[in-house]
C-alpha cells in the first residue's frame, strides 16, 4: 500500500484541488497492480509548490536557476523496497501546472496526474537523460496514465 503525505505551500492550488491528500492517495489506488507494491507499506512525500520556490529547490539541487515543473527526490539512489519504504519527495509547480490560466479543473487534473506519474517513476529510479532511457520512461508514463484514466472513467 502506498502513502502519500501532501503539503501545500501556496493557497492557489485549493482553487484547483480540494482534498489533495484524498486527490494523490486514490491515484495511487488506480496505478498497475505492478505500480501498488501490495503487501508493503510504501511512503512519500509531495510539497505542491509554486515557480518562486521550485526555482530554488532548482538552484540548490540541480544548478538550473529557474523555475520547472516537478523536481522528485529520491530518498535512496538504489531502490530498495523493504516492508516499509520512504521513496521520497516530489515537488510540484503550481503555475506549471496551470498554463493555460483557462485550464479547467478536469484538465488540470489531469494534468498532474501525469507530471505526478512523471515524478513517482524519477523516485523509483528511472531517468531519461539518454534517448533510451528517456523513451522507457516515457513508455511507462503512459502506461500508467491510460490505465488510471480506464480506472478513473469508471468511478466517474
Excluded: A
Excluded at 30 to 38: A, D
Excluded at 67 to 92: A, M, R, W
Excluded at 94 to 102: I, L, Q, V
Amino acid at each position: 500500500m502506498i502513502s502519500i503525505d501532501v503539503v501545500s505551500e501556496n493557497n492557489l492550488w485549493s482553487k484547483k484541488i480540494k482534498n489533495k491528500d484524498f486527490f494523490f492517495n486514490t491515484l495511487v489506488k488506480l496505478f498497475p497492480k505492478k505500480y501498488r507494491f501490495i503487501g508493503k507499506k510504501i511512503n512519500l512525500s509531495i510539497l505542491l509548490s509554486d515557480n518562486k520556490n521550485i526555482k530554488k529547490l532548482n538552484k540548490s539541487f540541480r544548478n538550473k536557476n529557474k523555475p520547472t515543473d516537478v523536481l522528485s527526490f529520491p530518498f535512496e539512489k538504489k531502490l530498495n523496497l523493504k516492508k516499509n519504504t520512504y521513496l521520497g519527495d516530489i515537488v510540484i509547480s503550481y503555475e506549471f501546472m496551470n498554463k493555460p490560466k483557462s485550464l479547467s479543473n478536469l484538465d488540470f487534473k489531469n494534468k498532474i496526474t501525469k507530471i505526478f506519474i512523471h515524478g513517482y517513476l524519477h523516485l523509483l529510479g528511472h531517468d531519461h537523460i539518454k534517448l533510451k532511457d528517456f523513451k522507457k520512461m516515457n513508455q511507462e508514463e503512459e502506461q500508467i496514465y491510460k490505465f488510471v484514466k480506464i480506472k478513473r472513467g469508471k468511478l466517474v
